[in-house]
């Protein structure tokens, strides 16, 4: 199929990229040195990369002695590359080398199906979910999947410190969870990071998401989100609640003022023009949930963000796990959203249900060892938040006591005085790029809404005053400032 044609456009592209290195960005954004069917075109195409990414010529003359030793190295295709001219729409040519390469790769994803079938010891769901991802890889082959060598690795790193200084030394390098203090332990939900956002039932995880989901959509990122628990119609509920500051309770019931209608009717037609994509299937395995994601990336790109709600509702591959395998299936779920996140180069964010063990200690705080059915989970984790609120345990607390004291036949009044803004923390507790700390939020109960709190504003500000403090300091200590002898 490919014969002496598609060799002569892969000499044709050489040969160009030979008398005019700056065309060299056209072919590169369409090709890799894999895509070439030839070993020694390969090798001519990495050699010149490698001499225009560090500002040197890539003639003919530069480039022979690199490769002469090499076993690759073929000198009468070289002087046949030499004796052709270049052409002005390098990139047509380039493209069609491209599609030989997806073709050969299809090709040889054919066979591999065929010794999949084959096989006996694999479920076919398995092969399917084999397929998807080869074919998932093949429509985003652009960059070889072989080893990086150092100089492409620092390469592309001292680009990404240019691109981040570039930005002002902007401390956000991910998406913006919209909360100050999280976005500089964490520099946002980064590309290819599983964030995992853990909480006992009642605490708000779900809300505390869809809050940060509100914060990507408004800053033009698409967001998948698989919901186990809620209907797709409630979790909107919450979100236009929060939206508008309208009580859900309210918008449960329909009792809108004419006031609330527009505003509902505004943040609606916001909400309706966002890529938001909501999977409820309460009964999702891991293979589906990667399935469904690929295909949803393929068709709109811009999805940025993964979210799943929660991790324990999910089956493995095998649906359920039985007796004693819970813990399988879960680091088998665990492990998959860590690999998707890498594939995908998104975000991949995760709710996890806590062990119930933590309500016997004194501090009701969540720690790692609280994350339940798996420590893979732990393991597999960039980023592990708890998200606490100590007013849920103190109502809880209060109205024990308030029940045995009925049942006792004594009178009981309840300390605990109902708020509309509560206290909240989100406790870093794992940042694998970072710092851990605790950071301090409040919640709004009326409109469902997590929100930066005014005492961590505080704190913030008199972080900064401190740090300007020590740097006046510091400068009136400076060598520089010379006192003038006393007289």
């Known amino acids: 199929m490919e014969g002496l044609g598609l060799q002569n456009i892969e000499r044709t592209i050489l040969a160009t990229l030979f008398f005019e290195p700056n065309l060299f960005d056209d072919v590169a954004s369409v090709l890799s040195e894999g895509d070439f069917s030839d070993p020694f075109h390969q090798l001519l195409f990495k050699t010149i990369r490698t001499q225009i990414e560090q500002s040197k010529p890539a003639t003919p003359d530069f480039i022979k002695p690199l490769i002469a030793s090499d076993r690759r190295y073929d000198e009468s295709e070289l002087l046949s590359i030499i004796a052709l001219s270049p052409v002005a729409d390098v990139t047509h040519y380039a493209n069609q080398v491209k599609n030989y390469a997806i073709k050969r790769q299809l090709l040889s994803l054919a066979t591999k199906i065929t010794k999949s079938i084959s096989d006996d010891q694999k479920e076919a769901e398995d092969v399917l979910a084999e397929i998807e991802r080869e074919i998932f890889d093949i429509s985003l082959s652009g960059e070889s999947k072989d080893f990086r060598d150092s100089p492409s690795v620092i390469q592309s790193t001292l680009e990404m410190i240019n691109e981040l200084k570039a930005k002002g030394n902007n401390i956000l390098t991910g998406l913006n969870t919209g909360f100050a203090e999280l976005n500089r332990i964490t520099t946002g ?82 909400m309706a023009k966002q890529q938001l994509f909501i999977d409820d299937n309460s009964h999702l395995t891991i293979t589906q949930l990667k399935s469904k994601m690929r295909k949803l990336k393929l068709k709109y790109p811009e999805v940025s963000a993964l979210v799943v709600d929660y991790l324990q509702l999910m089956s493995g591959s095998k649906g359920g796990g039985g007796e004693g395998k819970r813990q399988e299936e879960i680091s088998e779920i665990s492990r998959g959203l860590k690999i998707l996140a890498r594939e995908m180069q998104i975000p991949v964010i995760a709710l996890s249900q806590l ?133």
Not at 402 to 431: F, H
């Open 355 to 487: 062990n119930r063990g933590l309500e016997n200690r004194e501090d009701k705080r969540p720690q790692l060892s609280d994350l339940r059915e798996s420590g893979a989970i732990e393991q597999d984790a960039d980023v592990i938040l708890f998200l606490y609120r100590d007013d849920v345990y103190r109502k809880k607390e209060e109205k024990a006591k308030e029940e045995k004291a009925k049942k006792e036949g004594n009178k009981y009044t309840s300390q605990y005085e109902e708020k509309n803004i509560e206290k909240a923390e989100i406790i870093v507790a794992k940042n694998r790029n970072g710092e851990t700390k605790t950071v301090k939020i409040q919640f709004n109960k009326a409109c469902i809404r997590f929100e930066e709190s005014s005492e961590q504003e505080e704190e913030a500000l008199k972080t900064r005053l401190e740090n300007s403090r020590v740097e006046e300091v510091s400068f009136a200590r400076s060598p520089e400032v010379v006192e003038m002898p006393k007289v």
């Open 189 to 270: 939900f980064n590309a290819g990071e599983l964030i995992i956002i853990g909480a006992r039932p009642s605490m708000g995880k779900t809300t505390f998401v869809l809050n940060m989901v509100q914060k990507f959509l408004s800053t033009g990122k698409g967001v998948a989100f698989f919901s186990l628990e809620m209907q797709a119609e409630h979790l909107m509920l919450r979100m236009l609640s929060s939206a508008t500051s309208i009580p859900l309770q309210d918008l449960r019931i329909g009792n809108l003022s004419d006031e609330k209608w527009e505003d509902l009717s505004a943040s609606a037609n916001f």
